[in-house]
């Protein structure tokens, strides 16, 4: 996406550094290293990185350094690579040429040969920012020295360099054009490879919807992937929904190919081929959690083609960066140490993260020190102040040890370099450092600065710093100084500029936000014409809470709240609730929407919407707002909400004993499945709750098998309803078929009880000696310090449930991490019970934006199955805890305390609980359970112990 300049280490971990490979199929020979001692009949298979890798004839497969090999079989890689080059300089493997056969593309299929010929004109480009920080992109050669490439991927670049498929690399001199309202560039090399050929632009600018197409990049890191999709639309910038056109900032007749070929973070850049490998786009951005990327169409990039041909001169790096910023130029004594910087951080990306502490990974701790140093050899200077800058940059957001750091630097800048005009970048350095020496300095810059431009940054500096470290909701006083402060900015009439944005326009953006978009003011007003012709409006209910949704059909998020706000339109009457719907869509695509029953309440369509969404401030989808009675926000969300929605609505709405809905309380449905065919239904199916977010105290919907008794698909009994925020976990034992409307009313009294662990009784530890993998002294592979030494062993009590723990237990794997161990076990149980308990947590990382990250599956006598997803956050959390421990909405603190690695983090608790999972069906047998993982991210589930139990 489109950003301005960026001064900042939120990027340091970010870069990747892997590079390309020389994929070759040979026979198998003798391969030997230098002192005869290793040798081993093997195929060689690729050149990447420095690295042979080998397959022996068993099958298996070895990596060696090129280093270690003989010299002869040095030599006959080195051979091996000239030939893949020469086939690729052939003319008869690459796409585009008149001598290329017509059995090389088939039903419209690039033959493997000839992508593997492109795919070595296509490159990784590694930048680094002014502070060190690294990143990656995709791009292409188009011409003698000339990649073509994504504006966006160099726009922080202070140097790049170019890695082609064989490992070899090149320095970027800068770029001969750029296009930042079509997001391209065109960069010079210093020299390209021998044998690779620049890639031909499609000539014919018309693309058929559905034809195949190929993308070529680096997604994610993984270098030169190549994969295929069709062309899905066509569509301008001025067509595309309005707030994807905000975030963009193209230029309205840019012209845009949907694809549904892979492009993800790293792909940007990488070219987009028809069937005979011409370029017809260059991959550029994608809608998140979707399918939808979007490339540039080829036709802009031969037009920037056409004017580089008259550039006189480059465009250095910085592209962007602002004249008076105190890092540009870079003085020579600072360009060696973020040299340093840069290596090692290529050192830190090969390195096995699981096993090192980030703490002590951090470059803060090596590097803080000596900014400080080569600041106090010379003091005064330009040198010190681009080292003071540099320093205050890595203490603001490095560890917990180097902040203390953070005064006596603020100190020194205060010192000597007070009237420098680029004080107002060290006031935004500032932002994240919370510490009183930080607010003061900045007071001090609003009040004494030299330059009006510093004291107008210095004031937007403090009141973002000041709203993002206040209190929700923020205290009147904090609201007045922060609204004081941006007054003063925007009376300022200050020209400076942040990221490209002016300083004023994002102060009167703030101001309007504090003003009216956080919790706990009256939102802007909201009045317009719903779909069907109705007003609607924020004033029209007074007394009514009300939940304004921004939202898209073609946002996968969006789609996933649909389902709980079809729930609460079930749940609560309009007297009650009222949900009105703000849409980025058109009046057409809402209506079929409301058609096929995704959406059943008032709905704002484009135009209309268009000025809401400008008004509230809308910058991603879904965005949530929820009023209470009195028209003052309560809750706010950006993104997918999940359950703490439901937690939110629940607790607004919380029951007086007088709601009603339907005749009956205003309560959730417990719903019992039943594989009885014709079932008579005993009041009419409501919306069950989104199935996208179960909550372990309802009762789940068991998954049975289709049976020609069951389908198309089992009927459903429903009990009276219970309120939403009530616990509803004691189970009905016997869900009876044919139970009257009395006996049904008489199993939700007792099921709406909430959890009473006293009623827990005849528990069974279940036995895991077959399942488990991991020590409980020794932890992880890899993280020997992070282990459960303390946890108690044998038959235990814990949370009121008692655990048999051995001296190892069940870890499971992740995405990203401890992926040596199994996604899934099974557990044999061979029992009827009400509930199971399990001794849990995870190591948690990052979760790739999913909310459930493992799934217990009941599997019956029967051979029927019940899958309950666990959710991070409710069910089972990360085993590390900062502050004191809390139970979770499914799940009790059972075991606390501590092991050397977590000791290194002040303040932080090693922390186990005791999760309850109901069984939905407990009067039948269960005959084992599965506890698998959801490779949510780097989120790794584990398992001590479980206990089956009933529940009275």
């Not at 041909?309 to 540009?328: G, N």
């Not at 936000?513 to 956080?518: F, Y």
């Not at 459903?716 to 009905?732: G, I, Y």
């Not at 139970?887 to 977590?902: C, K, Q, R, S």
Request: with cysteine; hydrophobic share 40%.
């Amino acid at each position: 996406m489109q950003g301005g300049w960026k001064f900042g280490w939120w990027a340091v971990l970010i870069g990747s550094w892997l590079t390309g490979a020389v994929c070759i199929a040979d026979e198998p020979r003798l391969w030997s290293d230098r002192s005869g001692k290793f040798s081993t009949q093997a195929e060689f298979i690729q050149l990447e990185n420095g690295v042979v890798r080998l397959r022996k004839n068993d099958g298996s497969v070895i990596d060696v350094p090129l280093s270690k090999l003989s010299p002869a079989d040095q030599r006959f890689v080195a051979r091996s690579r000239n030939a893949s080059r020469s086939r690729g300089d052939s003319g008869t493997v690459r796409f585009g040429d008149r001598n290329q056969s017509k059995a090389s593309v088939r039903d419209g299929n690039a033959a493997a040969g000839d992508l593997d010929a492109i795919a070595d004109s296509v490159v990784m480009i590694s930048t680094n920012d002014i502070m060190g920080a690294s990143g990656f992109g995709s791009g292409f050669v188009i011409g003698p020295n000339w990649i073509a490439t994504n504006h966006h991927v160099v726009e922080q670049a202070m140097r790049a360099e170019v890695r082609f498929r064989d490992g070899t690399t090149t320095q970027v001199q800068g770029c001969v054009a750029i296009d930042e309202g079509r997001d391209l560039a065109i960069l010079k090399v210093d020299s390209i490879p021998a044998g690779i050929r620049p890639l031909q632009s499609r000539r014919d600018a018309s693309l058929p919807l559905g034809m195949s197409v190929v993308a070529i990049g680096h997604p994610q890191g993984f270098s030169h992937t190549i994969s295929r999709g069709n062309v899905n639309a066509l569509r301008r910038t001025v067509e595309l929904p309005m707030t994807v056109q905000q975030d963009l900032k193209a230029n309205a007749n840019t012209n845009w190919i949907q694809t549904d070929a892979v492009i993800s973070n790293g792909s940007s850049g990488g070219p987009i081929l028809d069937s005979n490998g011409a370029v017809i786009g260059i991959a550029t951005w994608i809608i998140p959690g979707e399918q939808l990327g979007f490339a540039v169409h080829v036709s802009h990039l031969v037009e920037l083609m056409g004017q580089s041909r008259s550039a006189k001169k480059l465009i250095p790096f910085p592209l962007h960066a602002p004249t008076d910023h105190p890092m540009v130029p870079l003085e020579d004594e600072l360009a060696k140490i973020m040299n340093q910087i840069s290596r090692r951080i290529e050192e830190v990306m090969v390195r096995d993260l699981e096993s090192v502490d980030f703490e002590d990974l951090h470059l803060a701790k090596e590097f803080v020190p000596r900014f400080r140093e080569l600041a106090a050899s010379q003091p005064k200077t330009r040198v010190a102040f681009q080292a003071l800058f540099a320093a205050l940059q890595l203490a603001a957001t490095g560890p917990d040890s180097v902040q203390p750091q953070t005064e006596p630097i603020i100190q020194q800048l205060r010192r000597d370099h007070f009237r420098e005009e680029g004080m107002k970048y060290v006031a935004f350095s500032l932002v994240p450092v919370d510490h009183d020496a930080a607010r003061d300095f900045m007071k001090e810059l609003v009040q004494r600065g030299s330059h009006a431009d510093t004291k107008a940054c210095s004031a937007l500096a403090l009141a973002i710093h000041l709203k993002n470290h206040s209190t929700e909701p923020m205290k009147d006083e904090d609201r007045e100084l922060v609204m004081r402060l941006l007054k003063y900015v925007v009376n300022s009439e200050t020209q400076a500029e942040l990221k490209g944005e002016s300083i004023l326009e994002i102060a009167e953006s703030i101001h309007h936000a504090v003003e009216h978009l956080t919790i706990g003011v009256m939102p802007p007003a909201l009045a317009a014409k719903t779909t069907d012709g109705q007003s609607v409006s924020l004033d029209a209910k007074p007394g009514v809470a009300k939940l304004v949704v921004f939202s898209a059909s073609w946002c996968g998020p969006s789609e996933r709240l649909y389902p709980h706000l079809r729930y609460y339109r079930h749940l609560y009457n309009e007297d009650q609730l009222q949900i009105i719907g703000v849409y980025g869509d058109d009046k057409q695509t809402v209506e079929q929407l409301q058609q096929i029953g995704k959406v059943n309440w008032p709905s704002i369509s484009q135009p209309a919407s268009d000025a809401i969404f400008d008004l509230w401030q809308v910058r991603s989808l879904p965005t949530v707002y929820l009023l209470d009675q009195d028209g003052v926000i309560q809750f706010i969300s950006v993104g997918y909400p999940g359950r703490r929605l439901d937690q939110e609505v629940s607790k607004l709405l919380a029951p007086t004993g007088n709601e009603k809905v339907a005749g009956t309380q205003a309560v959730p449905p417990v719903i019992i499945v039943t594989p009885v065919p014709q079932r008579v239904e005993l009041a009419p199916r409501p919306e069950s709750a989104p199935t996208d977010a179960p909550s372990s105290d309802v009762a789940s919907t068991p998954t049975v098998a289709p049976t020609p008794e069951t389908a198309p698909a089992p009927k459903v009994a429903v009990t009276p309803k219970t309120h939403l925020s009530e616990k509803l976990d004691a189970p009905d034992r016997n869900p009876s078929p044919t139970a009257s409307a009395s006996s049904s009313m008489g199993s939700a009294d007792r099921i709406a009880k909430a959890y009473d662990k006293s009623l827990v009784h005849d528990s069974r530890p279940l036995d895991l000696s077959g399942v488990v993998n991991c020590g409980l002294d020794s932890g992880n592979t890899g993280m020997p310090l992070d282990h459960l030494r303390g946890v108690p062993k044998g038959d235990v009590t814990m949370a009121g449930i008692p655990f048999q723990i051995l001296d190892e237990f069940v870890q499971l794997k992740g995405r990203y991490r401890r992926q040596q161990y199994p996604k899934s076990v099974s557990v044999p149980v061979d029992q009827a019970f009400d509930y199971l308990f399990m001794l849990n947590g995870c190591k948690q990382w990052q979760m790739d934006g999913q909310s459930f990250v493992a799934t217990v599956t009941f599997v019956y006598d029967d051979g029927t199955k019940a899958h309950q997803l666990l959710t991070y956050g409710e069910h089972l959390s990360d085993n590390w805890v900062f502050g004191e421990p809390q139970d979770l909405p499914h799940a009790e603190v059972a075991w606390t305390g501590t092991n050397e690695a977590i000791q290194k983090k002040p303040g932080w608790t090693l922390t186990l609980y005791a999760m309850r999972v109901k069984n939905p069906r407990p009067e039948q047998t269960v005959r084992e359970v599965i506890y698998e993982s959801n490779l949510a991210g780097a989120i790794a589930p584990f398992a001590v112990a479980m206990t089956v139990a009933n529940y009275d």
